[in-house]
Nanobody
Framework: QVQLVESGGGLVQAGGSLRLSCAAS????????MNWHREAPGKPRELVATIAVTGSAYYLDSVKGRFTISRDNAKNTVYLQMNSLKPDDTAAYYC?????????WGQGTQVTVFS
């Protein structure tokens, strides 16, 4: 019943910006931590950012200072603002949360950064 739907990916030149969105349903959104992961070809999926119910955030070292995770509990939506994008940021980005000891994932949105 939990559904996560990502949007906002696309093709962008190095140094540019994108904002990803993840709309959640089927869960009590304001009681859940929300996460963004990414997966590049040939590489394992990695945690990019997480945000707690309090708004406290954690970031992968390589994106600190460039990415910002935020949430709007009234809209049941979590965002990932990505600035100063690099080719190494190219990946499929996935929204994630946990409910009843199970992980749930969105379908993913592709981000491609060219130089």
């Amino acid at each position: 019943q939990v559904q996560l739907v990502e949007s906002g990916g696309g093709l962008v030149q190095a140094g540019g910006s994108l904002r990803l969105s993840c709309a959640a349903s089927g869960m009590i959104f304001n009681r859940k931590s929300m996460n963004w992961h990414r997966e590049a070809p040939g590489k394992p999926r990695e945690l990019v950012a997480t945000i707690a119910v309090t708004g406290s955030a954690y970031y992968l070292d390589s994106v600190k200072g460039r990415f910002t995770i935020s949430r709007d509990n009234a809209k049941n939506t979590v965002y990932l603002q990505m600035n100063s994008l690099k080719p190494d940021d190219t990946a499929a980005y996935y929204c994630n949360t946990r409910d009843r000891m199970k992980d749930y994932w969105g379908q993913g949105t592709q981000v491609t950064v060219f130089s």
